[in-house]
């Protein structure tokens, strides 16, 4: 069976520009979360999604981002007008239920703003 | 937030080597979770701990949950080079959900 995927791998975009940022979810699974990862650091949560309703969006740094889940599967986050402290590898995780501990984290986005 | 602060934050050892690495709060915690990630990977979950005083065992990897749920360790026996990565400790914080507040992570060199 599939994994987590993300999509693009890797995005290098120039300040003030917006990316969009996808995951695919292990099939099935009702909740995703999103995470944010700096360079020697442990994920930092941004979101949470169970089924296409968004639960928690406490991490979400400010209102430049934001989250969508429509058909409850396939997740997009996008940035809005890019600065360079956005610059990070951005992660999606899956589990099956809401209180699954165990939650699979995909290959993750890495992000470069210029 | 609540953090978790993991010591060391780098370590190297010679291959055959133990290994332990230090998760602490200041607070009592509900639950910890241990993942690993190798170099150039993703987090993956290797052990949940709920019960104060809890040990568990995956192979060569000792997990234990101290008895004020405040601390817990991970211990790799004869460490391999295949034990590369870092190590994140990580909560959960209870609400419904598994919103997860990470460590910074141990990272872990093994020398052949």
């Known amino acids: 069976g599939a994994g987590v995927s993300q999509s693009p791998r890797y995005k290098v975009t120039k300040r003030g520009q917006d990316v969009a940022l996808r995951c695919d979810p292990i099939s099935g699974h009702v909740s995703l979360y999103w995470y944010r990862q700096a360079l020697g650091q442990g994920p930092e949560f941004l979101t949470y999604f169970n089924y296409e309703a968004q639960q928690d969006k406490s991490g979400l740094p400010n209102d430049r981002f934001s989250a969508e889940r429509p058909e409850g599967s396939i997740s997009t986050l996008t940035i809005q007008r890019t600065e360079q402290r956005d610059s990070a590898m951005y992660r999606c995780?899956?589990?099956?239920?809401?209180?699954?501990?165990?939650?699979?984290f995909g290959p993750g986005t890495r992000l470069l703003v210029l | 937030g609540q953090q978790v602060m993991q010591i060391p934050q780098y370590q190297h050892v010679q291959e055959g080597e133990d290994f332990t690495t230090y998760c602490n709060s200041s607070?009592?915690?509900?639950?910890i979770q241990w993942y690993k990630q190798r170099p150039g990977g993703h987090p993956v979950f290797l052990i949940q701990?709920?019960?104060?005083?809890e040990v568990k065992k995956q192979k060569r990897l000792t997990f234990q949950f101290g008895e004020a749920k405040k601390n817990s360790s991970l211990h790799i026996t004869a460490t391999q080079t295949t034990d590369v990565g870092t190590y994140f400790c990580a909560y959960a914080i209870s609400g419904g959900y598994n919103k997860l507040i990470f460590g910074a992570g141990t990272r872990l060199a093994v020398h052949p």
């Open positions: 995780a899956s589990s099956r239920q809401a209180l699954q501990e165990t939650q699979y």
């Open positions: 701990l709920v019960k104060s005083g």
């Open positions: 607070t009592t915690l509900s639950n």
